[in-house]
């Protein structure tokens, strides 16, 4: 039997599975959590060659809304990237990203993607280039710790709702360069970043963040409007902190001290003409 190419295909559960079976398989990831609680999101598009109703190949081309310099855009990037051991070095992959970026076409203004170390080769002999990052950062002055910080569990239902809800109705964490899906943010709610959830009530924020060491770690920032930090940051103070790293751009959180680091071989990849040098990519923002 020959190989089956199969597009915006989610309505076909059994296609579906097949898929979620392919990315555990690839890259040990299980997205069934994801999809139990409501997440799964239609603007994921598959592009796969199936044979005997397994996925052999597969790459996904995400349109994501994004801001650019205050305007507001859309951003492809390229996820879910794999081929099946028998099937490697025959072009697939390739294939499948060029049907990809064709069916997006005029969609969007610009594709990026992180890479695996192990594909980096792979992406650079398809004509990828690497791009530099920022991160921001400063150091803190002492301030006393203020009461009203609540932990959000994502096992439970009534939390999960409330980020949803959150997320749903967040304004985009920066004017400068954001990139910004409820259902991906929800990914990482119930994955990457579960244990680092916190409302602000008095603030009518979330705040995500942990701290390795002396070091604060700021992965987002959720409120229809975004607090300055001089405000958030009584609520997540200790006496500890010597640094605070945040995984986006923080122009609407009013820092004066803020400084900056340009990170590069953090294995960020682009096609030729991204609009954007040195971004920093949201931490929620990636796939
Ligand atoms: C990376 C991966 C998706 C490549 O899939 P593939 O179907 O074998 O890729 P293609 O055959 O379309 O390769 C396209 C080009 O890249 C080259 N290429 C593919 N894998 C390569 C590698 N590991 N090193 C160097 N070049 C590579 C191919 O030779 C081909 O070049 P050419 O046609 O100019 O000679 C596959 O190896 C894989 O699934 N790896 C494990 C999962 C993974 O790393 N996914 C990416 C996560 S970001």
């Known amino acids: 039997m020959s190989i089956e190419l199969k597009t915006e295909y989610w309505e076909d559960l059994d296609a579906r599975e097949a898929f979620k079976t392919f990315i555990l398989d690839i890259h040990g990831l299980d997205f069934t959590e994801w999809e ?8 994921y598009t598959p592009f796969s060659y199936f044979k005997d109703g397994q996925v052999i190949a597969s790459v996904c081309i995400y349109l994501l809304d994004a801001i650019i ?3 507001q855009t859309k951003l492809i990037q390229i996820s879910g990237v794999g ?8 072009g697939l992959s390739r294939e499948l990203t060029d049907l990809g970026l064709q069916w997006a076409r005029g969609q969007h203004e610009g594709v990026f993607l992180f890479a695996d170390e192990e594909a980096i080769p792979y992406y650079e002999r398809c004509g990828y280039s690497s791009l530099s990052e920022t991160l921001e950062f400063y150091h803190p002055e002492q301030v006393p710790n203020k009461q009203g910080l609540i932990h959000l569990d994502p096992s439970n239902q009534e939390h999960l709702d409330k980020i949803y809800n959150y997320a749903k109705n967040r304004a985009p964490i920066s004017d400068k360069f954001s990139v910004f899906s409820s259902k991906l943010l929800m990914f990482h709610a119930l994955y990457t970043i579960r244990n680092n959830i916190y409302e602000i009530p008095d603030l009518e924020c979330l705040v995500f963040f942990g701290r390795e060491g002396d070091v604060v770690n700021v992965y987002d920032i959720l409120g229809r ?6 405000k958030i940051y ?3 103070s200790s006496e500890a902190d010597r640094r605070i790293n945040f995984y986006f751009h923080t122009d609407k959180l009013g820092i004066r001290k803020i400084q900056t680091d340009i990170i590069t071989g953090n294995n960020t990849f682009v096609k030729e003409s991204f609009p954007v040098s040195a971004p920093a990519f949201p931490f929620t923002s990636r796939a």
């Open 225 to 230: 409007t975004i607090p300055s930090f001089e």
């Open 36 to 43: 139990a609680r409501g997440y799964w999101d239609n603007a």
């Open 69 to 71: 310099a205050g305007r």
């Open 83 to 90: 081929t099946h051991e028998d099937w490697r070095r025959q």
């Open 234 to 236: 009584p609520y997540i």
